[in-house]
C-alpha cells in the first residue's frame, strides 16, 4: 500500500518569506486584526482551517538559518504559557509568547520545532513555529470547532491497545488510522498485554484485528511483563521519532520504560472495570538515544475526525483506493452506485466487510454532521 501523505506535503515546496524581522515588532504586528499573520493565526485554530495550515506551523517570519530544521529546538513538553525545549544539547524552559499561549493547544505540540529568542530577564522565548512534516491532530472533545495537534513532526504514530483491561475497541483503531495517514505519518498497532492471553486463545482474541491484517500496517504484540514484541517495536522506532497513542490503561507509557529502562515515567492502575485512570496527563518527547525520540500521549476515550467530510474520508481507506479505480463512476461513494468494485470486493471478502462497516457507518456520521 502507498502511504497516503498529508496534504500539506507539496505545500512546503512554496515560498517563504525570510525576512529578519525583530520578534517584538512581529508580535505587534499579529496584534493588529487586520495583519494576514494574525488572520492566518485566528483561522488556524478554526476548523474552517485547512490542513495545509496545521502543516504549515510558522508563527512569524523565519530567517534563512532559523529555517533550518537541524539548528532548531524541538519541543518535548508544553504546559501553560510555557514550553520545554531541547536545544543545543540542553534542555531549556521558553516562554510562549500571547498568540501562541492563549491557542497553545491548536498551536504547538510536542515534536515541534521552533526558533528561539531571548526575553526580558534573560528568558527563552519561542519565536517562530517551522514547518510540520508531519502532525497528529482531533478535534476538541468539548469544542469539536477547534483543532487540538497531539503532536507533530512524527514519523511513525502506534495506536496502543489491549485484548483485555481495557478491551479491544477495534472501531477507535478505525479512527486512529485515518487521523494517522491524514496526517502524514506512518501507523502502526501494537498489542500490548499480551501475557494475558494464553498461546491457545491467541488466535480467537486476535479474530478483531485481522480486518486491519491485509493493510500495509504493522501489527506488533507486545507484553511489557514477559518481554515479548519489545525488540520488534523498539525496531520500528529505531531512528525515527514515534508517538504512542491509544486508550488509557492500555500500557503506553509502561512501554517507554520497558523500551528504556533510564526512563521512569509514572504508570497507573486500572479501574475495576478493566479501564486505564488517565494517568499521563500531557504529551512528553523521550530521548532513547541513537536518534529515536518517542512522544507518550495521554490516553483518551473517543477519537474525533478533524476536518474530513464525506468525500475525503473514502482517501483514507487505503484498501479501497485501488478497487475505486475501477468502478464505473470515479466519484463513486463506494455506497449505493452500481458496479462498483469496492463492494464486489467486500462481497468477496477481499476488503474486509468490518472495515467497509465501519466506513459506512463513518460516512452516514459526517452525512448527518453536515445536515
Ligand atoms: N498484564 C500486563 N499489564 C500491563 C502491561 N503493560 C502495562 N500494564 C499495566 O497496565 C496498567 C496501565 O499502564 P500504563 O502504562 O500506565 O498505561 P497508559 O496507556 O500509559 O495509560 P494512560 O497514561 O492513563 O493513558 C498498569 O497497571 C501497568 O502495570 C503488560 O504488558 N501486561
Ligand atoms: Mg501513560
Ligand atoms: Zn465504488
Known amino acids: 500500500m502507498k502511504l497516503r501523505r498529508g496534504a500539506g506535503k507539496a505545500h512546503h515546496g512554496s515560498k517563504r518569506k525570510t525576512g529578519a524581522r525583530g520578534g517584538a515588532a512581529a508580535l505587534?504586528?499579529?496584534?493588529d486584526a487586520g495583519s494576514p499573520v494574525g488572520a492566518r493565526l485566528r483561522r488556524r485554530a478554526e476548523s474552517s482551517a485547512t490542513f495545509d495550515e496545521l502543516l504549515d506551523g510558522d508563527f512569524g517570519d523565519l530567517t534563512a538559518s532559523e529555517s533550518e530544521?537541524?539548528?532548531a529546538a524541538i519541543v518535548i513538553n508544553v504546559s501553560s504559557g510555557r514550553c520545554r525545549v531541547f536545544h543545543d544539547g540542553v534542555e531549556k524552559d521558553c516562554l510562549l509568547p500571547p498568540q501562541i499561549a492563549t491557542r497553545q493547544k491548536s498551536m504547538l505540540a510536542v515534536g515541534d520545532r521552533v526558533a528561539l529568542e531571548?526575553?526580558?530577564?534573560?528568558?527563552?522565548?519561542?519565536r517562530a513555529i517551522l514547518p510540520r512534516h508531519s502532525v497528529?491532530?482531533?478535534?476538541?472533545?468539548?469544542?469539536?470547532?477547534?483543532?487540538?495537534?497531539?503532536?507533530?513532526?512524527?514519523d511513525v504514530v502506534i495506536n496502543v491497545v489491549s485484548l483485555k483491561t481495557p478491551p479491544l475497541r477495534p472501531r477507535l483503531i478505525?479512527?486512529?488510522?485515518?487521523?494517522?495517514?491524514?496526517?502524514?505519518?506512518?501507523?502502526?498497532?501494537?498489542?500490548?498485554?499480551?501475557?494475558?492471553?494464553?498461546?491457545e486463545d491467541?488466535?480467537?482474541?486476535?479474530?478483531?484485528?485481522?480486518?486491519?491484517?491485509?493493510?500495509?500496517?504493522p501489527i506488533i504484540g507486545c507484553s511489557t511483563r514477559s518481554g515479548e514484541g519489545l525488540d520488534a517495536l523498539g525496531e520500528l522506532l529505531r531512528g525515527k521519532t514515534g508517538a504512542l497513542v491509544g486508550h488509557s490503561g492500555v500500557g503506553k507509557s509502561s512501554i517507554l520504560n520497558a523500551l528504556d529502562e533510564r526512563l521512569q515515567i509514572a504508570t497507573g492502575g486500572l479501574h475495576k472495570r478493566g479501564t486505564g485512570r488517565h494517568t499521563t496527563t500531557s504529551s512528553t518527547l523521550h530521548d532513547l538515544g541513537g536518534g529515536t525520540f518517542v512522544i507518550d500521549t495521554p490516553g483518551i476515550r473517543e477519537l474525533g475526525l478533524w476536518n474530513l467530510d464525506r468525500d475525503t474520508l473514502r482517501e483514507y481507506f487505503p484498501e479501497m483506493q485501488a478497487a475505486a479505480e475501477l468502478c464505473r463512476f470515479n466519484d463513486c461513494t463506494h455506497l449505493h452506485e452500481p458496479d462498483c468494485e469496492v463492494k464486489a470486493r467486500v462481497?468477496?471478502?477481499?476488503?474486509?466487510?468490518?472495515?467497509?462497516?465501519?466506513?459506512?457507518?463513518?460516512?452516514?456520521?459526517?452525512?448527518?454532521?453536515?445536515?
Open 28 to 31: 505587534e504586528e499579529f496584534e
Open 69 to 71: 530544521r537541524d539548528g
Open 118 to 126: 531571548t526575553a526580558d530577564g534573560g528568558n527563552w522565548r519561542v
Open 136 to 154: 497528529l491532530a482531533r478535534p476538541d472533545p468539548l469544542n469539536p470547532h477547534l483543532q487540538r495537534l497531539i503532536a507533530a513532526n512524527i
Open 174 to 199: 478505525d479512527r486512529f488510522l485515518i487521523a494517522i495517514f491524514r496526517g502524514g505519518a506512518q501507523p502502526a498497532i501494537c498489542v500490548n498485554k499480551i501475557d494475558l492471553v494464553p498461546p
Open 202 to 217: 491467541r488466535e480467537r482474541e486476535l479474530a478483531p484485528l485481522l480486518p486491519f491484517a491485509g493493510l500495509d500496517v
Open 347 to 371: 462481497a468477496t471478502r477481499s476488503i474486509h466487510p468490518a472495515r467497509y462497516d465501519a466506513y459506512v457507518r463513518l460516512s452516514e456520521e459526517m452525512g448527518e454532521t453536515a445536515r
